[in-house]
């Protein structure tokens, strides 16, 4: 092997290709001043209600948990990144597109390779961006979300 060789050297952050931490390509949900997502608890035929952006969206099961998974990757691994499965990721855009309008599930979950996926929220920004209702423990007890990622999830967001 060569030492110097361009496949030995470290991957370059963003930083070093952009010159700042922000990219110029940031979305509206990226700067959002109000709570981008609400984990309610509300529930009616098999679906699972939260909010974002202030418009109701109806989720499934699978797409409420690849959601709370989405906002725990984002803000415990390095690159934000979850893999999933790719069907239910779309489902979960359609979803999202059905309350958003066109584009609204891709302007809040972007792909990165080999079946992985990230929300397009800032790890700093989560805070702020995530809300969480009192009656959202009440999926813990029916058995729909863990525990332990509703206590992740509490953690990361507000309270309301």
């Known amino acids: 092997m060569i030492p110097n060789h361009p496949s030995l050297l470290p991957f370059p952050t963003r ?75 779309c489902r979960l855009r359609q979803a999202l597109d059905e309350s958003l309008g066109p584009g609204g599930g891709k302007g809040l979950i972007e792909t990165g390779g080999a079946k992985e996926y990230r929300l397009t929220i800032l790890p700093q920004q989560l805070g702020v961006a995530l809300a969480i209702e009192a009656c959202f423990v009440e999926l813990v007890e029916l058995k729909v979300v863990s525990l332990s990622r509703a206590s992740q999830l509490l953690q990361l967001g507000s309270a309301v």
């Open 15 to 89: 930083a070093s290709i952009l010159g700042s931490e922000q990219t110029t390509a940031q979305t509206s949900f990226e700067q959002a001043t109000e709570p981008t997502i609400v984990f309610t608890g509300d529930r009616r035929n098999d679906r699972f209600r939260i909010l974002v952006k202030g418009k109701a969206v109806e989720l499934c099961r699978v797409g409420l948990n690849i959601l709370i998974d989405l906002v725990i990757a984002r803000a415990d691994s390095r690159t934000g990144f979850l893999r999933a499965c790719p069907v239910s990721v």
